[in-house]
Every structure is written in structure tokens, then in C-alpha cells.
Nanobody
Framework: QVQLVESGGGLVQPGGSLRLSCEAYRINFSIIGMGWYRQAPGKQRELVASLTSGGSSNYLDSVKGRFTIARDTRKNAVYLQMNSLKPEDTAVYYC??????????????WGRGTQVTVSS
């Protein structure tokens, strides 16, 4: 059974940094995309950053220049380096991995989420 294990969340002061990690285990399909989402209380889940298998990245406007998404293909892992954190970055962060199982057959795996709290 596929398992996504997230780590790296926590409490940090404004202006601080955190690095989130997500490693996927027992994935037997080709990974075509990886990403990080977040959901703050009372708000919808939003895409923070994504990375295609070809290396193209995309970021939420409010995190551009502060967050960086990266991957380790050997470990089936995706990372999110978060710098200059702001209180409005507070949310539960989820990793998502998009795989292709066959022609026209794609699906997603999601992590359980890791809490990031930015507060003084």
C-alpha cells in the first residue's frame, strides 16, 4: 500500500524558515507531478507549489520568492523550503503525488498533512 510520510512542520516565528519533506513509499507507477497544498482554518485547500516530472515548477503568487519546491527522484520525495515565513502562511500543509498507471489513467496520492504555525 502506498504511503506518503510528511515531516518538518512546526511552530516558527515570523521571518523564520522551515523545510517540509514528503517521501512516498511503495509507489509502483511513474510519478508525473508532485506538489504541496495548504489549508488554513475556514479556507479552501490551495496549491502552494508544484513540480512536474520535467522539472517545471509553479508557485502561488503569495509565496513566490520565499518558497522553493524540490525533489529527490531516487527517494520519491518532494520538499518545500519555506523562508521569510509570515503568519498568513499558517496552515496544514499536504503533499500530493500524481502518478500515471497506464494510458489515460492518472491518480493522486495525498499525505496526511503537517501543521505549520507562524507566530511570535
Amino acid at each position: 500500500q502506498v504511503q506518503l510520510v510528511e515531516s518538518g512542520g512546526g511552530l516558527v516565528q515570523p521571518g523564520g524558515s522551515l523545510r517540509l519533506s514528503c517521501e512516498a513509499y511503495r509507489i509502483n507507477f511513474s510519478i508525473i507531478g508532485m506538489g504541496w497544498y495548504r489549508q488554513a482554518p475556514g479556507k479552501q485547500r490551495e496549491l502552494v507549489a508544484s513540480l512536474t516530472s520535467g522539472g517545471s515548477s509553479n508557485y502561488l503568487d503569495s509565496v513566490k520568492g520565499r518558497f522553493t519546491i524540490a525533489r529527490d527522484t531516487r527517494k520519491n520525495a518532494v520538499y518545500l523550503q519555506m523562508n521569510s515565513l509570515k503568519p498568513e502562511d499558517t496552515a496544514v500543509y499536504y503533499c500530493r503525488i500524481n502518478v500515471v498507471a497506464g494510458p489515460g489513467t492518472e491518480f493522486d496520492y495525498w499525505g496526511r498533512g503537517t501543521q505549520v504555525t507562524v507566530s511570535s
